[in-house]
């Protein structure tokens, strides 16, 4: 098993920064690509962004891209979520997740096929 804890959510105004860090423990050999997904009261989760284990490989879904940067520290098993120019539409719960699907199959669909995932960090932007 492999658990996931998220942190560094928090109130802020439009226009301000926030960043997520998302430690993995366990079993965290088995998993490779990472990614970030936000859930809004009312709406389904959707896909924020996501990381190869690697780090070369990054994908970013069109609300965020310019604006968010997913990177990776293998050595410390975390992943973080640079969020720069915040919106109030950036209001929501922030899930990170793990995959054990080899890069290949993966990468195909960056957006689906987690495993694990955290219990999620609450990020609110004023306006």
């Known amino acids: 098993q492999v658990q996931l804890v998220e942190s560094g959510g928090g109130l802020v105004q439009a226009g301000g920064s926030l960043r997520l860090s998302c430690a993995a423990s366990?079993?965290?050999?088995?998993?490779?690509?990472m990614g970030w997904f936000r859930q809004a009261p009312g709406k389904e989760r959707e896909f924020v962004a996501a990381?190869?284990?690697?780090?070369?490989?990054?994908y970013y879904s069109d609300s965020v891209k310019g604006r968010f940067t997913i990177s990776r520290d293998n050595a410390k098993n975390t992943i973080y979520l640079q969020m720069n120019s915040l919106k109030p539409e950036d209001t929501a719960v922030y899930f990170c997740?793990?995959?054990?699907?080899?890069?290949?199959?993966?990468?195909?669909?960056?957006?689906?096929?987690?495993?694990?995932w955290g219990q999620g960090t609450q990020v609110t932007v004023s306006s």
């Open positions: 997740a793990a995959s054990r699907l080899p890069f290949r199959t993966w990468s195909q669909r960056p957006g689906s096929n987690y495993d694990y």
């Open positions: 366990g079993r965290t050999s088995s998993t490779n690509a």
């Open positions: 990381i190869s284990w690697s780090g070369t490989n990054t």
